[in-house]
Each structure stands twice: as structure tokens, then as C-alpha cells.
């Protein structure tokens, strides 16, 4: 009893602290307004965890406002739902100099969902106070306190928090029963930083101060793979009115499919008479996967439904059944019910979806891990991922909404950590034939077709649903360079078996070629340039991230106007570095024609920031031939 009054007593300082501060921007160290645009003066975090039924969070946030672009850096909202109770919370808001010019109290937020318009249930709400600054600097601070009646999911710490942002003062601070709870901590980026720290049985503590801004950087690394951190989970806990007692990942996918997925897989008897007459003579069970992938496709769609157990149980497949809505969780779960009726084995699988690659870490179990759920089904010694959400995407491609990152597959006897998909390099292609023709007026009139793989048919799939304006401002907007270009007889082809997107399109373009007197000077590559040079640094500061890496080839046959010979012709281009290859050539033909073949790879991969120069150089390069003209004149 004596130690948890001490706790308290720790907690009350610490929660009380923010009060006491001046908050004016000139108490704000130099070197913490570089490369910054908003300042955290205080970022502090204590949980209190009064028993496996019980979890009280107290936060403190101040933010100093430098300017605009730091608006959207701070974070004044406070999340909770059927089980997280607000118990306080409190604006404050302060000018330059540290005086307070406005007070919120929580009678002052304003309260409503925190998904989207397309989740039709949800009982997952966020607090938030609308405050638009009127100058700048200003201070923001938001203090809260929330009390769950969960005590498996803790917030996850960053000292550092995002690019362009500094941290003056950061702590956070868990107090337990150690004979009742185990507390697994992981540390990630913090071998450069000063941090005190206190771990022993019952208390957690980690304080560092005086954290500079770290400035964005083309081709740097998503914040979460730099930014200094730790995680924090409990070994056991309740969830929703569940015990559960989690080492490792193993053990929580035991955890969650008899806890969570059980029972959760009825059908009825007509839906599992149709999906049988489907599959019927099929043996291969990836082809009925397929089968049943695409019924599911097209007797379902995708709706979120944000309730049950905490809003990560699966509403039954029978509902789905049913009412032939799900979000992921129910329709992953409705796919895999109807593939065990056929014969196919199909394992839950939870993963973090974004464009970002955000990885599980493998000793740190967690059901704060993870957003999305899709299907894992066994083929050989790998596995067919696929996503029962989409309404477009061919079965088996996940596209780069959950590619290449440790995925959490739940069996009946565990779980286990597997890489998804990876889309690199020459899986994302994007092929170019083209043959056009230019006119003694200068215009060009050409036929293209366009084939795209991997990532490039994941951009392009979604065409076909586009309105016809819609389509035109697209092949424009990408085609600027051409000057007065119209675009005429578009075809698609979605081929979903293959994942190839075709098109196929004609295109005109007066007064392409520019003229100077008796010349014209003629583009070589008009359709598939690389513009996307990035910028010189004095410092870089960043390894360079190719994240996913893409493949480009292009044959252009071009005839030449009658009247007119070649009077200047570029040299090709044939180059090849750590970071990619880039072949240009450029051959006259016998029938006053050119053919301009072109290949780009850029590889995906991970570089030295000490060879930003080279690789901007090889880019660089490659936009310039990229570029090349040549030059007519006329007889």
C-alpha cells in the first residue's frame, strides 16, 4: 500500500507538471527550431494500471506552433469508446510569450465518430477541440485522463514523432502489480539518445529532453523506422471480459482463434450448395480459392463494422451471409468459411495496410498490432495472399496496400509471423509499343499500347469505372509535355487472371515538333519520361530508401516527314550503378523512320546516405536523355 502511494504521489507531480511551466518561445533551445516547424515542449504519458480489469492513462501534450505548416503536426484529440471512458480533459491555449490567452474545458469538445462515412456501425469515437490560430508562434496544450476497462493494448511512446518536429521534454511512466502483471518492453532507435531510465518490478520510466527536428529527405525512410521509441505490452490482461496470457505470437494466435474466431464460421446450406456447384470438377485448390474469391467479390461489398469484441471480432459469417455487407474482419472471415466448405484450408491473418510497410516486430506480441485483416491461404511451402475487401483487385494480388511486411497468421494450435507479397523491380513493369508519325507541319499522330504489371496495374485498374472526362484528364495530365495533345479510341483490357492492365490509344499532338526556321526539333521520348529528380542537399542526413523499385521499357518507331533529313542525332545511352540500369538507343531505319528503344530500372534497395550524390547524378542522367531532341531540317 505504501508503494502505491508513492506512485501516486510520483503520478500526481508528473501529471501537475505542465501547469508550472513557461511556455514562453523564447525558453525554447536554438538548436530545437532547425529544420522545425512545431516544437513538442512536453510530451507526457503515465498508465496506471490498478488491476487486469482496470487502466487509467493521464497525458499532458504541449505543442509551440512555429507556423502553418505545423498546424498538422499537433494532435488534439482523444479517442475512446464502450470501453474507454474520458474522465478530464483540458485546452489551454498560450501566445508567444507564454501567456495563456484561452481555456477549454471538456464540456468545450466536440464528439463524434472516429471512422469513416463508410462504416455503418461503430462505437469508436474521438474528442476534439476545433481551434484556429489567429498568429503565430502559439502553444497548444491538451490534457487528458481516459480510464478502459482493457489492459492489453498500450499507447505506443515516441520521443520524436514526426518529420520537421522537436521534442524539448518527454516521459512516460507505468506503475503496476508486478505480481499480477508482467510488463514487455522494446526499445527501438534510442542506442544515440540520453534517456534515463527506471525498470524495476512495478515502475516503468523513460525521460530524454532536447530532441532536434529531423528534416524530411526524398527518398528517405518512412518516420516510424527512425523515430526513437518504445512499446509496451502486458503478458497477461482482460480484453472485452477475456483473460489472456500472451509470450509470444504464437501463443496470441492460439489466444485469439479460440477466443476470438471460434464458432464464427456457419453458413447457410444454400449459399454451400451454390459455392459447391462452382467448384465442381475442380481439383486444383487454388483455382477453387479463386472461385470462391470472386463469388465473394461479386455478392458482397465492403461496409466497416466497428463492433463486437472491441471491434476486432469478425461479425459471423452467417450475418454476412446474410446481409451481404462486411468490412475486412467479417469478410476475411466469410471467405475463409466458405473455402473450408470446399476443401480449402484458408488461415486469418492480421496485418498493418498502408503504402508505408509498416513490419510486426517479432518480440513484441501484441493486439495493438496490426489494422487490417486479409487470408492466407497454403500453397506448398509459401502461401496465395488475398484481400476479401477489394472489389477490383484479381485474387492472389494485394497490391501495395499490404505488400512485403510480416503479416500475423492465426492457426487453431498458434500464430506465427510470415512476409507477404513483395512487388520489386521488374514485377512492377510497365511496357510501352508505339509507332507515330510526324507530318512536314510538324504533328504528330501515333498509335499507343501499354502494358502494366505489379504496382503499375494496381495505379492503373481502377480506369475503366472513370468518366470520359475523368479518363482524358488523366492521359493528359501525365502527357503535359506534349504539347496540344488529344487522345482518341481508348480500349482497356483488365486481365485479371494474368494481372496485366492493356491499353490501347491513339493519339495527335499539332505543332509537336518546334520549328526554327527551316528546322524542327522533335522530342525522342514523349510518353515515358522520368522527371522526378530530387533535390541537392548541403548535408544529407538519410540512408536512400528505394522502397519498391519498377521497370520500364518502351519501343518508339517514329516515320519521318518527307522533305526532311536528319541533320543532329544523340548519342544513346548505355549505364548501370548500384541503383539501377538505363539503356537508350536510337537506330535509322532503310524507311526514313527512327527506333528508340528505352529501358529503366530502378532497384529497389537500401544505400549509404554517403552516396546521395551518385545516385542523384544517375537519376539526374537519366531524366536528361530522357529528354534528348533531334533535329530536322528540311531539303
Known amino acids: 500500500m505504501l508503494m502505491r502511494l508513492l506512485y501516486l504521489f510520483v503520478f500526481s507531480c508528473f501529471f501537475g507538471y505542465a501547469q508550472n511551466q513557461d511556455f514562453s518561445v523564447t525558453q525554447i533551445p536554438k538548436e530545437l527550431l532547425e529544420n522545425a516547424d512545431a516544437v513538442f515542449r512536453q510530451d507526457f504519458m503515465e498508465i496506471e494500471i490498478r488491476s487486469l480489469k482496470e487502466m487509467v492513462t493521464r497525458v499532458t501534450n504541449v505543442w509551440t506552433v512555429l507556423n502553418s505548416q505545423g498546424d498538422k503536426l499537433i494532435n488534439p484529440s482523444i479517442y475512446h469508446d464502450n470501453s474507454i471512458k474520458v474522465n478530464k480533459a483540458e485546452v489551454k491555449i498560450y501566445n508567444a510569450l507564454g501567456k495563456e490567452i484561452k481555456k477549454y474545458k471538456k464540456k468545450d469538445f466536440k464528439d463524434r ?4 462515412s463508410g462504416t455503418l456501425y461503430s462505437d469508436s469515437r474521438v474528442m476534439y477541440l476545433d481551434y484556429v490560430p489567429t498568429s503565430y508562434p502559439y502553444t497548444f496544450e491538451i490534457s487528458y485522463e481516459t480510464k478502459s476497462k482493457n489492459t492489453v493494448v498500450f499507447p505506443n511512446f515516441y520521443f520524436l514523432s514526426a518529420y520537421r518536429l522537436s521534442t524539448q521534454n518527454s516521459e512516460v511512466s507505468i506503475i503496476y502489480n508486478p505480481e499480477e502483471i508482467q510488463i514487455n518492453t522494446v526499445e527501438m532507435q534510442l542506442d544515440n539518445l540520453s534517456v534515463i531510465r527506471e525498470l524495476k518490478p512495478g515502475f516503468v520510466h523513460y525521460k530524454t529532453q532536447n530532441l532536434k527536428a529531423i528534416k524530411t529527405e526524398a527518398f528517405g525512410p518512412y518516420f516510424f523506422q527512425i523515430a526513437p521509441q518504445v512499446k509496451f505490452s502486458p503478458q497477461k490482461f482482460i480484453y472485452e471480459g477475456i483473460t489472456g496470457e500472451v509470450k509470444s505470437w504464437n501463443e496470441l494466435g492460439q489466444w485469439f482463434f479460440n477466443n476470438i474466431l471460434k464458432d464464427r464460421d456457419e453458413v447457410s446450406d444454400k449459399t454451400l450448395e451454390e459455392v459447391n456447384q462452382l467448384v465442381k470438377g475442380i481439383d486444383d485448390p487454388i483455382e477453387r480459392a479463386r472461385i470462391v474469391y470472386e463469388y465473394v467479390q461479386n455478392n458482397t461489398r465492403y461496409i466497416s463494422v466497428q463492433v463486437g469484441i472491441g471491434g476486432v471480432q469478425p461479425i459471423t459469417a452467417k450475418e454476412v451471409d446474410r446481409v451481404k455487407y462486411g468490412d475486412c474482419k467479417g469478410l476475411s472471415n466469410y471467405t475463409k468459411a466458405l473455402l473450408k466448405e470446399v476443401g480449402v484450408t484458408a488461415y486469418y491473418t492480421h496485418i498493418e495496410s498502408g503504402n508505408y510497410q509498416y513490419n510486426f516486430n517479432e518480440n513484441f506480441p501484441s493486439l495493438s498490432e496490426g489494422n487490417h485483416v486479409i487470408l492466407a ?24 496496400f499490404s505488400d512485403n511486411r510480416y503479416a500475423h497468421i492465426i492457426k ?16 512492377n513493369h510497365e511496357s510501352f509499343s508505339i509507332k507515330g508519325a510526324l507530318n512536314d507541319e510538324g504533328h504528330l499522330t501515333a498509335s499507343l499500347e501499354i502494358s502494366s504489371r505489379g504496382l503499375d496495374y494496381d495505379r492503373k485498374q481502377y480506369l475503366p469505372i472513370y468518366s470520359n472526362t475523368e479518363i482524358d484528364t488523366h492521359y493528359k ?55 522526378s529528380v530530387p533535390p541537392r542537399y548541403e548535408e544529407r542526413t ?29 548519342k544513346g545511352m548505355n549505364t548501370s550503378s ?58
Open 113 to 116: 465518430s472516429s471512422v469513416s
Open 377 to 400: 491461404i497454403p500453397n506448398g511451402e509459401d502461401y496465395v495472399f488475398t484481400d476479401c475487401t477489394s472489389q477490383t483487385h484479381p485474387f492472389g494480388f494485394i497490391g501495395d
Open 412 to 427: 487453431p494450435d498458434g500464430g506465427k509471423l510470415v512476409k507477404t507479397t513483395a512487388y520489386l523491380n521488374e514485377d
Open 477 to 531: 495530365k501525365r502527357w503535359a509535355n506534349v504539347r496540344n495533345i488529344q487522345v482518341n479510341n481508348i480500349q482497356f483490357e483488365n486481365d485479371k487472371r494474368e494481372v496485366v492492365f492493356k491499353e490501347q490509344l491513339e493519339v495527335s499532338a499539332k505543332n509537336y515538333a518546334s520549328k526554327s526556321g527551316d528546322r524542327f526539333i522533335v522530342e525522342l521520348n514523349p510518353f515515358s519520361k522520368y522527371t
Open 542 to 570: 538519410q540512408p536512400i530508401i528505394i522502397k519498391r523499385g519498377f521497370y520500364e521499357t518502351a519501343t518508339f518507331n517514329l516515320k519521318l516527314p518527307e522533305g526532311f533529313e536528319i541533320e543532329a542525332l544523340p
Open 578 to 635: 548500384p541503383f539501377g540500369d538505363y539503356v537508350l538507343s536510337i537506330q535509322e531505319n532503310e524507311d526514313h523512320s527512327l527506333t528508340i528503344t528505352r529501358r529503366f530500372l530502378l532497384k529497389a534497395g537500401i544505400h549509404s546516405k554517403e552516396l546521395y550524390t551518385d545516385f542523384r547524378e544517375f537519376l539526374s542522367n537519366t531524366a536528361l536523355r530522357d529528354n534528348l531532341k533531334i533535329v530536322l531540317i528540311k531539303n
